[in-house]
């Protein structure tokens, strides 16, 4: 079982919504994920674009990552430009550290309408580079070169 830790600032939105995917991609892995400064409550809106797609991440409340410190991961994801920055040092085992970064919906300026498609723009965003990864990553496939620019669809 491959162990997974996704890391944001606030474990708020971006990250909740990897982990929510990752796990639903598959139920074999432990995804977990964590903030570096974690907010109060996971985002409204984050849950409601998930539930959109059929994930459920309604029971999902923000941790610290100082609870995950020492342990061991196959994989420790940051989605976010701040806990990239700052993140710990792990004393347990990091297989591999990876940085995959999106925009923070909770940033965006605009009507309720507006932020919703803002919300689902990252949303999709995050389930297609989450499914890249593991598929290449987890599942060791390699992905068909793009035919316009010959890099990895």
């Not at 059929?54 to 100082?66: A, E, F, M, T």
């Not at 993140?87 to 309408?113: M, N, W, Y």
Request: one cysteine or more.
């Amino acid at each position: 079982m491959k162990r997974i830790l996704v890391l944001c600032t606030g474990n708020r939105c971006r990250s909740q919504m990897a982990h929510g995917i990752l796990q639903s991609l598959d139920p074999q892995l432990a995804v977990h994920s964590a903030g570096i400064r974690p907010a109060s409550e996971v985002h409204p809106l984050g849950v409601k674009v998930m539930e959109e797609i059929g994930i459920d991440i309604s029971s999902h409340y923000p941790k610290s990552v100082d609870q995950y410190i020492g342990e061991s991961w196959d994989y420790v994801i940051t989605v976010c430009g701040g806990a990239n920055e700052s993140c710990p040092v792990f004393s347990g085992k990091v297989g591999k550290r990876l940085h995959i970064g999106f925009d923070d919906p909770d940033a965006f300026q605009g009507t309720d309408e507006e932020l919703l498609a803002e919300f689902r723009r990252v949303r999709d965003e995050i389930r297609r580079e989450m499914q890249k990864f593991y598929l290449v990553e987890v599942k060791g496939l390699r992905l068909p070169k793009c035919s316009c620019c010959g890099g990895k669809s």
